[in-house]
């Protein structure tokens, strides 16, 4: 057996995606010395500002992934809505981390529960729906409240309905009919955290603190570290983080969301879904780790061995999301490391940048 | 009297100067929201990798600084050998930091020691020299052994002869003579320290703890964090550094490299040289500080808030030289934060990254 390759400074990196997560990637490659290439439709991406390489084209456009792969070394995403073909095309061409497998878990919310309850991993009750009587079937099955959601392109809360009664069963498959769904049931959860893990390709597996998620219209607003959970609970949030990414074979970094849940003696842990990429929630490595999450996946595609993700301090991540970055030079406190993105133009609920806040 | 301008995400920075400093400080302007433009004659600047905005022209190229000012919303420099005429062209066009008379006290040893003078800066003792008469009576008065140096252009050790005895003041001068000289007595130092020292054009001044330099042929080899000085040096080197960039109305970081010298009851501190720019002697910032030297210059031309410069632990930056960059990824450990400079050709002497040791 062949050991997989290491690849060394001077490799070029291509990057699909480019929005801030492939902008922080390539910032990250450059300090390990790599050139960086951005694909990417939009051409006003944030992440073309930071390499002189990029593709403006489709995610189907063939000619255009062809000259890709060959201008690339590797290839790796920053969003899990890769379109398949595009990651099969690739993954034929040059070395594609994580993968497609990941990808295809982690787009279908239905794959992803079924690959997480094989694992063994503890997940919410749910059910598919396609119909309004699956849908009947499903709310009789599980209980409510519960919430209907797409099995697809679900993002910041777009793609979902909690239904709280049976008037509602009707309206919330109304709303989102036209595509696969999927039924589970409403977690009363106490606390949501987040815990972002890295493996390499020689199978060195390295996970950070959880940090504890608090969301502000369905968008991640702060994310604190260390979370307030006890360290059975933090160390059983770790160990699920190792299984997970050794069981799908996990090359590079991804997020996974948990839910805690009140218990006796200890609080259940409910994982809630996983994320092929860097994690909005593990933006506060940069502050107070000497390897960021952005530099660990850099490291785990390219096979170096991993970078100790312990931290220096206690840490709050707040994102800066549409109008908060006006104004931001005279906002900066001591304590304070800002993190913006260059994004043109502030729309509601477009994630401009985020302020790690550290206890010094 | 109007306040001075405070630069907005998306302003685009002019970088003069294509190194590792002008790729470390666009990659700290990216972490800000900010566009930047390089400027350099070298088509193979390690620079250009990390933005896509770059001029490649002489210095004296009108034509091109003109685009280039255009091109740009404000211009700083990674090298304090920037030509006079360069700086003026660009300063009459848009904002210069640090501006033109750090560069004029830095490029010129004279000019420099000068200037330490005036603002009450203890140094070395030197004598200007153009003739090998001068030489001898520089020779006279300040004794043996001493360095003749070039005053202009001198950098890791290039420029300069120690004058051990009579019989060595004929080969050293003329091994340098051709261009002015200066004769500096010899300092048996007991250590080199150095203090990074940024103000911004609002006032505020901040400065990092003192690093202890060694060097090898020439060239730093390490910098640790803390340097083996007392509580009271440490403070007089930072008060000396807040003194330097007051006197000059510095804007951005500088480094000021001191002679540590046995001393009753203290140790006494010489000024050997300044650098208008970012310094070699403070990388270890990228692991322990949470705003590091790059963004801190950032911080200080645009005229932001200066960030905390305190430390969350202790450091050691050592050099990555030459060869010393192949096979880094298996050299590794945890502990160890590497940055590397994206140089495609590893040459003896050339500096190609560097590794930043903590102690966790």
């Known amino acids: ?7 060394p400074p001077g490799t070029t990196i291509g990057i699909l995606g480019g929005g801030q997560l492939g902008r922080m990637l390539a910032l990250a490659a450059a300090r390990l010395g790599m050139k960086t290439h951005i694909y990417c439709p939009d051409p006003q991406s944030p992440a073309f500002e930071v390499t002189p390489h990029k593709t403006v084209a489709a995610y189907d456009d063939e000619k255009a992934l062809a000259r890709f792969a060959r201008a690339v070394d590797i ?37 992803e529960k079924e690959f997480l309850g094989r694992s063994g991993t503890a997940i919410a009750p749910f059910r598919p729906v396609l119909t309004l009587e699956h849908l009947r079937a499903a709310v009789d099955a599980i209980g409510l409240p519960a919430v209907l959601k797409t099995t697809k392109f679900g993002y910041d809360g777009k ?25 589970e049931a409403f977690i009363p959860f106490e606390r949501e955290i987040s815990v972002v893990v890295a493996r390499n390709a020689r199978g060195q597996i390295r ?13 991640l607003h702060t994310s604190t570290v260390p979370a307030a959970i006890d360290d059975p609970t933090a160390r059983k949030a770790s160990r699920i983080a190792h299984q997970i990414a050794g069981a799908l074979d996990y090359v590079g970094v991804m997020g996974i969301e948990f ?31 000497l390897t960021d999450q952005f530099e660990q996946h850099i490291r785990a595609i390219l096979n170096w061995p991993l970078g100790d993700p312990s931290r220096f301090a206690d840490v709050q991540m ?5 109008d908060d970055l006006a104004g931001i030079s005279a906002k900066l ?14 729309r509601p609920g477009r994630k401009m940048g985020h302020i790690n806040r550290v206890e010094l």
Not at 1 to 7: G, N, S
Not at 265 to 270: A, G, S, W
Not at 335 to 345: C, D, T, V
């Open 159 to 183: 793609g979902q309905r909690k239904i709280e009664r049976g008037a509602d069963i009707v309206s919330a498959f109304t709303a989102l009919s036209g595509s696969p769904l999927v039924l």
């Open 318 to 322: 707040l994102n800066l999301v549409g």
């Open 333 to 346: 406190r001591p304590g304070m490391q800002p993190h913006i993105y260059g994004k043109s133009e502030a």
């Open 1 to 7: 057996m062949t050991e997989p390759e290491v690849f």
């Open 75 to 111: 290839v790796t995403y920053e969003f899990e809505n890769v379109p398949e073909p595009t990651a099969a095309f690739l993954a034929a061409r040059k070395p594609l981390a994580p993968g497609v497998r990941p990808l295809a878990v982690s787009q279908d919310r239905i794959a």
């Open 207 to 219: 996970d950070y603190d959880a940090a504890e998620n608090i969301h502000r219209n369905h968008i």
């Open 259 to 289: 839910f805690v849940l009140p218990g006796t003696p200890r609080p259940e842990l409910l994982v809630n879904e996983i994320a092929p990429r860097v994690h909005n929630s593990g933006h506060w490595t940069e502050a107070v780790c």
